[in-house]
């Protein structure tokens, strides 16, 4: 052999080792690209950001605030005092030494007591920080549960898709046989036609299974941002979850605890409780410590720049019932807040219980169709070898492919929703 053909031939053999060695894309991974790519879940983490920015301007409230300002003022004459009422020949002084001139001003003003206004502000603030971020936390998990639902209905479509090729590979035996027989004049035209029908039909079944794998694997992809046409290889194996009690009641106290949309209503109602308080606050004394520094340009003033230090109050003793009612419609949304926060919990309980019920469920059904699809190929080998002999029909034969088909597809359906049933479990209680 030549050296070329020595090279082509290590260059096959490291793909195909590379091709056999490639790992199988794990739940893990489709969480982990879903996670950086997911535009929904990036809205709410910035809407997340955007609520703790909003958090430390309600606490810079407390600084000192500064404003500066000036302004260049340009006159068609300049004014000047008149003392003509004085009957003395005076020569009147302008008030600026041209037609125009410059002023400008810089004001520092501290707060010094505001009737908890801006204490309830900060807090209300804060409290919007904290559900914004549990919002956030619920967000990622329902993103990481309706991955793992595309992930296994990719899983699920290819599995129907091995069964139906299965159905087809059958049926094309059993004609085979059947066209023997019949060629020998040992059955009737119509077992046949019988056979031919069905593998009619199950050609077409395999048709729109192998449809249904390509669009649940572009539903996959679109699901993780991924390109619709990327190929994928799926790990089988579904993660379980872990540290999750056995105990229904164990299960609903600690979603209770977990869940982050218990929280953020818990969250949401105390910040319009801190809003109201706020909005009550305005209604009081508020006091601030204000200093300056002035500039006014001019000829009349013995100086042009000049400083002043003041305590300011201020009282809104009647708006007519404005804050009074504002502070009141904000009562009222918080109290919506904590019904709201009671109804998710009623449905979050019956979520745990519908799950955990789920489990059990799949547990029980593996374990049944397992077994069913032991009996099915027996059955099936059974009406093969009746019908050879002669003592079977060519319907009970088909009849037995039928159970057999139908054996394997629930035994995959059950280990695929066992496995679900588990990750929705963990959503539920909000550990996922």
Sequence with gaps: MRPADWGVGLVVAGALVLANTAAAETLAEAWALADAQDSGLAAVRSQAEAAELDAGAARAQRWPSLAVGGAYTRLDDSPAFDFGFTGLPIAPPELFGGDDFWMGAATLTVPLFTSGRISSSIAAAEARGRGAGEQARGAQEDVKLAVAEAYVGVLRARKALVVADSNVGTLESMEGDVGAMFERELVPKNDLLAVQVALADARQARLKAANAVELAVASYNRRLGEPLSRPVDLDE?????????????????????????????????????????????????????????????????DDQDFASVGIGVQWSVFD?????????????????????????????????????????ETRERVVVAMGAVEQAEENLRIARERYGAGLGTQTQLLEAETLRVRALRNRDDAGLDAGLAKLRLARAVGAL
């Design 237 to 301: 194996q579904l993660p379980v979850p872990q540290g999750l009690p056995g105990a229904l009641d164990e299960l609903v106290e600690e979603a209770v605890e977990r869940r982050a949309e218990l929280k953020a209503l818990d969250e949401q109602a105390t910040a319009y409780g801190q809003l109201a308080k706020a909005e009550r606050a305005r209604a009081l004394p508020q006091f601030n410590v204000t200093g300056a520094y002035n500039y006014l340009e001019n000829t009349f003033l």
């Design 320 to 360: 007519g019932g404005q804050t009074r009612k504002r502070a009141a419609a904000l009562d009222r949304t918080r109290r919506a807040a904590e019904q709201q926060r009671a109804d998710a919990a009623s449905m979050i309980e019956l979520q745990v219980r519908q799950t955990w019920l789920d489990v059990g």
